[in-house]
């Protein structure tokens, strides 16, 4: 299993610019997030899905915005790149909630820079 | 959701034990305890879990407090490679499916 997978590793965009990061897992998991973590601080939640359909806000949605059409993918589109999102994006899935063996996988991130 | 406390930072000697504590103490009876560390330049990656137990596996042990309102990762040998931020996370037990990330305890490890 290659688990959870994001690309592109890097980008920079420029303000008002537009861009999609994409994040497929390939462990059949019903959930999946988004996080954003800025310098020094931890994962702050921006969207989640709780399967194919079904996205929910997070803590931090502001200038984002995702779908889900398949149980693999769930992309995080921005669509007007501001300043305040240069950040490391981390995608992640799980099992359906609950549980005691219930834990959280994440991917290798992207690291966006928005001058 | 319960909040956590851990401190900033911690420095070890590689190949000495590490105790990096936590407290919550307005934890609720059904929320686990668990564990992250994310490496640099990396995603974080589960560590442990444990709800009244203490819980051992290959990475490392969790001593939870009899009143479970602290608890202890332990890294019974640490290794360069054990440098990493280390996060103490409560997860509700139903219906838990999200996790809240304080900013974690540094972890250095001297050689």
């Known amino acids: 299993n290659a688990g959870v997978t994001q690309t592109p590793k890097f980008r920079i965009l420029k303000i008002g610019q537009s861009m999609t990061l994409q994040c497929t897992q390939d462990?059949?998991?019903?959930?999946m997030y988004w996080y954003r973590q800025d310098p020094g601080m931890g994962l702050k939640l921006i969207y989640y899905s709780v399967g194919a359909g079904i996205t929910d806000k997070g803590e931090v949605p502001n200038g984002y915005n995702v779908s889900r059409s398949t149980t693999e993918d769930f992309p995080l589109r921005l669509e007007l790149a501001a300043p305040s999102q240069t950040s490391v994006y981390f995608c992640?899935?799980?099992?359906?909630?609950?549980?005691?063996?219930?834990?959280?996988?994440f991917g290798p991130g992207t690291r966006l820079l928005v001058l | 959701d319960a909040k956590t406390t851990q401190p900033n930072s911690m420095e070890s000697n590689e190949e000495e034990p590490v105790h990096l504590p936590c407290n919550h103490s307005?934890?609720?009876?059904?929320?686990?305890i668990h564990w992250y560390r994310q490496l640099p330049s990396q995603g974080p990656e589960y560590v442990i879990h444990g709800l009244t137990s203490n819980v051992n596996n290959r990475m490392a042990s969790l001593a939870i407090a009899e009143d479970r309102k602290s608890s202890t990762l332990i890294l019974h040998r640490a290794t360069l490679r054990d440098a990493a931020v280390y996060y103490c996370i409560l997860r509700p037990m139903e219906y838990g499916n999200k996790l809240v990330f304080g900013a974690g305890t540094i972890l250095r490890v001297k050689s």
């Open positions: 307005t934890i609720s009876g059904t929320d686990y």
């Open positions: 462990m059949n998991h019903n959930y």
């Open positions: 992640a899935s799980s099992p359906l909630a609950g549980g005691p063996s219930w834990t959280q996988y």
